[in-house]
C-alpha cells in the first residue's frame, strides 16, 4: 500500500492512503490520524489500511478524492529517529579521489552512518529555505526505510523483517559548512538543515521483484532545473544493504517504531549514469580536470527526484522543490 | 511547576504533575495524557497543569499518590530531537591537554554539538544496558532544557525565550567506540546508547535566581558505586549559555517542540571539584601521571546524578542506575 501524510495546520498533518496509481487517495480517518500511530502498532492497523486501500484502488472508495502531492508534508513529518547511511561506496570513493584521500579498509566492513535532526522535516513540493548561498547549497537523492521495532543485537537479517516502508529522500546538505563541521569532530549539524521526502512512503510488496534482500533494483532520477543529470541504479552498487544499515544502529541500542533510515547518496561507478548530489558531479570534474566547474544551487533552482517502477508509472510520488532564501 | 512521565506500559506513558517537594504526583488526565502534547500546546496547556501542581502543592488534590522515580520514563521518552552540546569548555581542554592536543581557537566560539539519538531514552531509575564492558562504559551528567518552538535564526536571546523545562542527563557513552566513530568523521553514533533523564522536568521558576540568562547556578552531584565523585558548579564556567546552543542549532534550519538540548559534561577548573564523567577523571590522571589509573565502569556499578536547590531540596530526582549486561 502506498501511505501520505496531507497538510491540515497542525504538526504532525492527517494520514491518507494513496491509490496504486497515485491519481485518488482517502483520508484513514476512522483507522488512524497519523502514520507514527500505525508505525506504533503496525500489526493492528497495517491490515486496515490495506483493505482501505484495495477498495481504493478497485474504485470502490465513496469518499476518494485526487491526490495533489504539493498538499503532502513528509509521511513523517517528525520522527524519533533519522539516522542516514553512506552506503554506496562509490560516492565516498569519488568525492575522496577528488581530494588525494585514500577510504580506509574499513569502510567496506563498517557503514558510515549519521544523525540528522528530525523534528522539522519538509513535504515533497515544500521549498528549500536556507539563508545563504555561500554554504553551498546541494541535493542529495537517497532511498529510505522507516522501520517498525528493531531490539539491540539484531542481525542484518532480523533487521530487515523490522522494514515497513520505503520511500525517496533530498537530504539537503550545505558543502561549505561541512569541511568545518568534520574538522570539529562531532560530525554533521549545521551542514544538514531540513530533510525532504517523497509523497508517499509504500510497503515492499509495491516494487515486487525489485526489492531484493534490502536493495531496491530501480533508477533513481535527479532533475536539476529540468535537465536530467541522474539516472542512478540504486541496486546493485549499494554496498551496504538496509538491514546491515538497521544491524549498525542496533549495536549499542534498539532502533524503535517509526525510525527512518537513509542509504546516503546513490551512486554509480559509471559516471553515464550521471549523478545523485552536485558535490560528486564536482569530484568527478576534479579529478578530471583539477577543478570543479559545476556550482552548487542557486535560489530559484529547482530538482525533482523520482523513481519509476517496472512499468513506468511513478513509485512514490516526485519529490519537486525549489530553493529560496531565508526570509 | 514539576512534571514526570510514569511508566504505563505504553510508548509514551502517562503524565503526571509532581509536588515542588517530589513526595506526591497527580495524573494530569484531563488536561494532557503525554508530554510532546503540552509542548506542542505549551501557551494553552501550560496554565492548566499550573493550576493542578499549586492545587497539589497545597495538599488539596483529592487523587494525588506518593511519588515513586522508579515508575518514571524519562519525561519525553522519546523525543523529536536530542542536540547535545559540549558548553563546559573546560571538559574539552582537559580532554585534549591529556593527548597533547590543542584547542582550536574557533572552539571558543562556536559550540560543539552532535545529534543524538531520541528515539529509545531510558528513565531514571532504568538499567543502563550494554553489550560489553569492553566499550568502555561511562556516564555524563550534564544538563538539558526542553523547549517550544525555536524559528531559524534565532538569536541567543530569543533562543532563551523558547526554553520550556529543565532536567538532568546521564549521557552514557561508549569511550572506547569513540575515537574510531571520530575518526570516521560523522560523529558518535554506536558510542552514543539510549540516555538517561531524571524523574522531572522544571519550568525555570522552580529554580528561582540560580537560573540567570542560560545557565543554572546549582551544583551537579555524582554518585559513582556509593562515593561522591562530583560536585561541579554547573554554572560559572559553562562557556556557551543554553540560548547560545539553540541558536547554534537554528543556525539553518527550525527547532521545534519538544526538542531537547544537552549542555555536555558539567566540568570545573577546579579539580576539587571532582568529575560529572570518568574520562575527565582520567584525563587528570593522565596529565598529572602520563596514565589513567581509574577504570570505566563495570556490569553492577551504580550512578546517581541529582542537583540540590537553595533550599537543600532535590530539584529534579535523582537520576539512579545501574550497569547491566544486555541479554
Known amino acids: ?33 497519523k502514520l507514527q500511530q500505525v508505525l506504533d502498532d503496525w500489526n493492528f492497523m497495517a491490515p486496515q489500511l490495506q483493505d482501505l486501500y484495495d477498495t481504493l484502488n478497485n474504485g470502490k472508495a ?54 540528522g535532526g528530525s523534528d522539522d522535516f519538509i513535504g515533497p513540493c515544500d521549498d528549500v529555505v536556507v539563508p545563504s548561498e555561500a554554504f553551498g547549497i546541494d541535493f542529495e537523492a537517497e532511498l529510505a526505510v522507516i522501520t517498525g521495532d528493531v531490539a539491540m543485537g539484531a542481525t542484518p537479517a532480523q533487521a530487515l523483517e523490522g522494514i515497513r516502508l520505503l520511500m525517496l529522500v533530498n537530504d539537503v546538505s550545505l558543502r561549505h559548512l561541512i569541511p568545518g563541521e568534520l574538522d570539529k569532530g562531532f560530525g554533521f549539524f549545521q551542514s544538514k538543515p531540513a530533510t525532504a521526502f517523497s509523497p508517499v512512503a509504500v510497503t515492499l510488496d509495491e516494487v515486487g521483484d525489485a526489492w531484493d534482500q534490502g536493495r531496491l533494483h530501480l533508477t533513481l532520477q535527479s532533475t536539476w532545473n529540468g535537465r536530467k543529470v541522474g539516472m542512478c541504479e540504486a541496486g546493485p552498487e549499494m554496498t551496504f544493504h538496509f538491514g546491515q544499515l538497521i544491524a549498525h544502529i542496533c549495536k549499542t541500542r534498539n532502533a524503535r517504531a517509526g525510525s527512518i533510515v537513509g542509504s546516503g547518496t546513490v551512486s554509480n561507478k559509471d559516471w553515464s549514469h550521471g549523478y545523485s548530489c552536485i558535490a560528486e558531479k564536482r569530484a568527478i570534474e576534479t579529478i578530471e580536470n583539477g577543478k570543479p566547474k559545476t556550482n552548487f544551487m542557486k535560489f530559484g533552482d529547482t530538482i525533482r527526484i523520482e523513481v519509476k517502477g517496472g512499468d513506468g508509472q511513478s513509485v512514490f510520488g516526485a519529490i519537486d522543490q525549489k530553493v529560496v532564501e531565508a526570509a
Chains 1, 2 share one sequence.
Open 1 to 33: 500500500m502506498k501511505l501520505a501524510t496531507y497538510k491540515d495546520g497542525s504538526r504532525d498533518g492527517q494520514l491518507v492512503v494513496v491509490s496504486r496509481d497515485l491519481s485518488t487517495a482517502h483520508y484513514a480517518t476512522g483507522i488512524a490520524g
Open 62 to 115: 465513496r469518499q476518494a478524492f485526487p491526490f495533489e502531492p504539493s498538499r503532502c508534508m513528509a509521511p513523517l513529518p517528525r520522527a524519533y529517529q533519522w539516522a542516514d547511511g553512506s552506503a554506496y561506496l562509490n560516492h565516498v570513493e569519488l568525492v575522496r579521489k577528488a581530494r588525494h584521500a585514500e577510504v580506509p579498509d574499513t569502510f567496506y566492513g563498517d557503514p558510515l552512518m549519521y544523525q
